[in-house]
């Protein structure tokens, strides 16, 4: 079946320092990819995404990877903030293209 | 700029009562989805809308809950009965395009509901 799953359930790290969020799926026909940020009582919020037509893509601040070698996703976030810690869930489109499939999410935290 | 919205931010049932939850999508987007979020868990698909028409509504979990789109733009869910499993949090999201699954989803603060 399609799923997607992530490698660490949280993720500390010291403000200023460069983070990794590590995501697995399972569908390797999966095409489109993206990332999205939940803070406490929010909806999440989107912050990249990716196709499978890629291996890399960049914006402010993050940058995510795809290796469709081995179905896996990262989010790097460079020189994190404390207003970055939030869950966060990496997520793949079905393949009907009608909905997403997220993960279960990393939680990462960020002290200054 | 006006994102999605979603009404009642909180809702408190008793078990069996009915409840209905509205999302306001942003203007002009085709595609609408409800998702569902227990605590601690990533977002569960429950239904798809492309304008008025529902063409995926494979994640709700029971004939309990009820979507619909009338008019292309709002869209209420409706769970009757309810049960203490259906304790979540459900977010809606709208997206500008169709087939707009794999594409950019923008999510309202979601509806609390907790079933006593």
């Not at chain 1, 095409?31 to 912050?47: L, M, R, T």
């Not at chain 2, 990533?42 to 009338?70: C, H, M």
Request: with cysteine; aromatic share 10%; proline share 4%.
């Amino acid at each position: 079946g399609e799923s997607v799953g992530l490698h660490l359930p949280t993720l500390s790290v010291q403000e200023g320092d460069n983070s990794i969020i590590n995501c697995a799926y399972s569908n390797s026909a999966s095409d489109y990819f993206i990332w999205y940020k939940q803070e406490s009582g929010k909806g999440p919020q989107f912050i990249i995404d990716i196709r499978s037509n890629m291996d890399k893509r960049q914006g402010q601040r993050v940058t995510v990877l795809l290796n469709k070698t081995v179905k896996h996703l990262s989010l790097q976030i460079a020189a994190t903030q404390p207003g970055d810690s939030a869950v966060y869930f990496c997520a793949e489109a079905n393949q009907a293209g009608t909905a997403l499939i997220f993960g279960k999410g990393t939680t990462l935290s960020v002290s200054s | 700029g006006a994102g999605v919205s979603q009404s009642p931010r909180y809702k408190v049932a008793k078990r069996g009562q009915d409840v209905a939850l509205r999302c306001d999508p942003i203007s002009g987007h085709v595609s609408l989805f409800w998702y569902q979020q227990a605590l601690g868990q990533g977002p569960e698909f429950l239904t798809y809308f492309q304008n008025e028409a529902q063409l995926d509504k494979s994640g709700l979990p029971s004939d309990r809950f009820f979507a619909e789109r009338p008019e292309g733009s709002v869209s209420t869910l409706k769970i009757q009965r309810t049960q203490q499993e259906d304790s979540a949090v459900y977010l809606c999201a709208s997206s500008l395009v169709f087939r707009g699954g794999d594409n950019e989803q923008f999510f309202g603060p979601g509806t609390r509901l907790t079933v006593l």
